[in-house]
């Protein structure tokens, strides 16, 4: 039976929210993910983060109090979730190029920013296939990221250059693998570091070759994803998966990494590539 779309839920607990102090533990909780899967759920849906969906939702709905009501800047800026007006009136003009005081008066034509409830982006459902993989353990090399601010394209690089046919022991050359690192404990935002690996899988009973990491991965199901095409359109295929699929399926997420597989059929820039996204399942 197809569930209600988790992420329509939390749109509209943020929408009712505006006017209140909004948690992304509490939106989260709307859709029945952790926050950290959460945010990266939204983005890959949307294409904004969290944050910055709320500071322009809040910004759009205050630039029509400004228009047409009398209320002061400061009430707005405390009803808006601002802790003073000078901090209001830098958040509008980031978002408008103006500030409240001169919209006042000028009274001109706004363009609004418009909630995305049954707006989201991805129309396609995918179909995956399903896997159980055993334990396995991977080495390789890991970079920091933030939502704002991305150091895999520069990881993958670097990878390509040192290690990519280059590690003695390696169990399979020809498969490197994606991995974002799963950590339910981090209280998740825009800024929030998380940290993404490209590795290859290695045995486990060798020692981790100098100037490698390594991770273990437990045994768990997946669904698996066929991505067609260039990578930049991948955060299309990940909007399906987390908008479409998963909250339509019979399953959530798991609590562990999730991996992207660059195999034989993988070819940079080629319309032709082909690429798996492996997503750790259970049972609702």
Same mark, same amino acid.
């Given at each position: 039976m197809? &569930? &209600?779309?988790?992420l329509d839920k939390?749109?509209g607990?943020?929408e009712?929210g505006?006017k209140?102090r909004l948690?992304?533990e509490?939106i989260a909780?709307?859709?029945?993910m952790?926050?950290?899967?959460?945010?990266?759920?939204?983005l890959?849906s /949307? *294409?904004?983060?969290v944050?910055?969906y709320i500071?322009?939702?809040?910004?759009?709905?205050?630039?029509?109090? +400004?228009?047409?009501t009398?209320k002061?800047?400061k009430q707005l800026?405390?009803?808006y979730q601002?802790?003073?007006?000078?901090?209001f009136t830098?958040?509008?003009t980031?978002?408008?190029?103006i500030?409240p *005081?001169?919209?006042?008066?000028?009274?001109?034509p706004?363009?609004f920013?418009h909630?995305?409830?049954?707006?989201v982006?991805?129309?396609?459902m995918l179909k995956?296939?399903f896997?159980?993989k055993a334990?396995?353990?991977?080495?390789?090399?890991s970079?920091?990221?933030?939502m704002?601010?991305?150091s895999?394209?520069?990881?993958?690089?670097?990878?390509?250059?040192?290690?990519?046919g280059?590690v003695? *022991?390696a169990e399979n050359?020809?498969?490197? +693998? *994606?991995i974002?690192?799963?950590?339910?404990?981090?209280e998740?935002?825009e800024d929030?570091p998380?940290?993404y690996?490209?590795?290859?899988?290695?045995p486990e009973?060798?020692? /981790?070759?100098e100037?490698?990491?390594?991770?273990?991965?437990s /045994?768990?199901?997946?669904a698996?994803?066929v991505?067609?095409?260039?990578?930049? /359109?991948l955060?299309?295929?990940?909007?399906a998966?987390y908008?479409?699929?998963l909250?339509n399926?019979?399953y959530?997420r798991?609590?562990s990494d999730?991996?992207?597989l660059?195999?034989e059929d993988?070819?940079?820039?080629?319309?032709?590539?082909?690429?798996?996204i492996?997503v750790?399942?259970?049972k609702a």
């Amino acid at each position: 039976m197809q &569930r &209600r779309n988790e992420l329509d839920k939390a749109l509209g607990y943020i929408e009712r929210g505006l006017k209140d102090r909004l948690i992304l533990e509490d939106i989260a909780a709307c859709a029945n993910m952790s926050a950290w899967h959460f945010h990266r759920v939204f983005l890959a849906s /949307t *294409g904004i983060t969290v944050g910055e969906y709320i500071r322009k939702r809040r910004m759009s709905e205050a630039a029509k109090e +400004l228009v047409f009501t009398s209320k002061p800047i400061k009430q707005l800026a405390g009803e808006y979730q601002y802790e003073s007006q000078a901090a209001f009136t830098r958040s509008f003009t980031c978002v408008y190029g103006i500030s409240p *005081g001169k919209l006042r008066r000028q009274v001109g034509p706004m363009h609004f920013f418009h909630p995305m409830i049954q707006s989201v982006r991805g129309e396609k459902m995918l179909k995956p296939r399903f896997e159980t993989k055993a334990a396995f353990r991977v080495v390789g090399i890991s970079c920091q990221n933030t939502m704002k601010q991305n150091s895999i394209p520069a990881l993958w690089n670097d990878f390509n250059q040192r290690l990519c046919g280059k590690v003695p *022991g390696a169990e399979n050359f020809e498969h490197a +693998l *994606g991995i974002c690192f799963y950590d339910p404990e981090v209280e998740m935002n825009e800024d929030t570091p998380f940290t993404y690996m490209a590795c290859l899988e290695y045995p486990e009973d060798l020692p /981790t070759p100098e100037g490698l990491q390594s991770r273990n991965l437990s /045994t768990a199901d997946y669904a698996v994803f066929v991505h067609k095409g260039a990578l930049d /359109t991948l955060s299309d295929t990940y909007d399906a998966i987390y908008s479409q699929w998963l909250p339509n399926s019979e399953y959530r997420r798991g609590n562990s990494d999730d991996f992207e597989l660059y195999g034989e059929d993988f070819e940079y820039g080629s319309p032709d590539s082909i690429m798996e996204i492996w997503v750790p399942i259970v049972k609702a």
